[in-house]
C-alpha cells in the first residue's frame, strides 16, 4: 500500500499561521491591560498572562484538559474553610511556598534560614514565660527543651524578640486539625528573649505527620507518586523591630522524611539533634541570627 505523501512546506505554514494567531491572541490580550492605573497590578497580571498562554501552548492544552484543571481549582476552593487553606498547602506542595518565601526573605547569607509558614499557623497564641512548656494536653512524647540566642548580624544580642512557636502533638495532629480532641492553645505559643537576648521553649519530640491528603493537593502528590509526609519538625516565628521576620522550623535530625519533605521546607542548617540532659529530658541549641529589615 503507497503511503499518502505529506507537504512538509503546508504543515509548516498551518503550524506557522497557527503560531502567529496565538502571538496576536496574546499581544490584544496585553494590550487590555496596559493602561491599568496600578503599575505592580500591571507587571504581575500581565506576567501571569503570558506565563499562563506560554504553558498552554508548550503543553497543547486541550478543552477537557482545561476543564479537569478548572475542576480540581473549584474543589480546592470548595474545600478551604477558616482551619483548613488547601490553596496554600497546594502552593507548598508544588514548591511555590519555599521559593516565594526564599524571594521574600532573601537577604544576608549570615542570617538563618527561613522555610515555609505552612497551613496550621493560628493567631493569636497564649503568651508562655521563658522556659514555660507549650504542651497543655497529656501526650506521651518525649518532652524536649529548645533554646537559644537571638542576635543581629553583628553579633549583638536582642531583648524582647518575639517568637511564635507551634508545632503538632505526638499523634501527628495540630490543635487546629482536632478541635474536639486537643485543648485549642495545645503546643502553641508566644515567647520573648530576656535582656541577654535568649529564649528557651518547652514542648515534645516533634513527629513527622502527613499533609492532608484527602483534598485535591493529596491526591495530585499521590496521582504522581509523591511523598506526601513532613519530617518532625517545630515552627518558630521571630519579630523584632528593626529586624527582617524570619519564619523557620527546628527539623529533629533523626526524623523520617528529611530528604523527602512534602512541602521542601527542610535546610541544612535548620536540622538540630536531641540530646539526653541530667534531668532526662532532650534538649538542643537553636541560635538565631535576623538580618536587617
Not at 499561521?17 to 491572541?25: F, G, K, R, T
Not at 530576656?194 to 499533609?211: C, K, L, N, Q, W
Not at 515552627?235 to 519533605?261: M, N, R, Y
Amino acid at each position: 500500500m503507497t503511503r499518502p505523501s505529506i507537504n512538509i512546506a503546508s504543515r509548516r505554514a498551518v503550524n506557522d499561521s497557527a503560531a502567529d494567531a496565538q502571538s496576536e491572541l496574546l499581544r490584544e490580550v496585553l494590550s487590555r491591560y496596559g493602561e491599568s492605573p496600578n503599575q505592580r497590578l500591571r507587571e504581575v497580571t500581565e506576567a501571569a498572562i503570558r506565563h499562563l498562554h506560554a504553558f498552554a501552548a508548550e503543553i497543547d492544552l486541550q478543552r477537557d484538559e482545561w476543564m479537569a484543571g478548572i475542576r480540581f481549582l473549584t474543589e480546592t476552593g470548595a474545600i478551604c474553610d477558616d482551619v483548613r487553606q488547601e490553596f496554600i498547602l497546594l502552593s507548598d506542595t508544588l514548591g511555590v511556598s519555599t521559593l516565594v518565601e526564599m524571594l521574600t526573605h532573601g537577604g544576608d547569607a549570615r542570617s538563618t534560614q527561613n522555610t515555609v509558614l505552612g497551613p496550621f499557623y493560628v493567631p493569636g497564641s497564649p503568651e508562655r514565660t521563658f522556659g514555660e512548656s507549650m504542651l497543655v494536653d497529656d501526650d506521651p512524647g518525649e518532652r524536649v527543651v529548645i533554646r537559644g540566642v537571638v542576635t543581629d548580624l553583628e553579633g549583638r544580642r536582642l531583648p524582647e524578640v518575639r517568637i511564635d512557636a507551634w508545632q503538632n502533638a505526638t499523634n501527628g495532629f495540630y490543635a487546629c486539625q482536632q478541635p474536639h480532641e486537643q485543648t485549642a492553645d495545645n503546643l502553641r505559643g508566644v515567647y520573648h528573649t530576656d535582656e541577654e537576648g535568649r529564649y528557651e521553649i518547652r514542648t515534645v519530640r516533634p513527629t513527622p505527620y502527613p499533609i492532608p491528603d484527602d483534598g485535591p493537593a493529596g491526591r495530585l502528590l499521590k496521582d504522581n507518586g509523591r511523598n506526601w509526609w513532613r519530617p518532625g519538625h517545630t515552627h518558630l516565628w521571630f519579630s523584632s523591630p528593626g529586624c527582617k521576620q524570619l519564619i523557620t522550623h527546628v527539623f529533629d535530625a533523626t526524623t523520617e522524611f528529611l530528604d523527602s519533605d512534602a512541602v521542601f521546607g527542610v535546610r541544612s542548617g535548620l536540622v538540630r539533634t536531641f540530646e539526653r540532659g541530667a534531668g532526662g529530658e532532650l534538649h538542643t541549641t537553636f541560635d538565631v541570627v535576623l538580618d536587617r529589615a
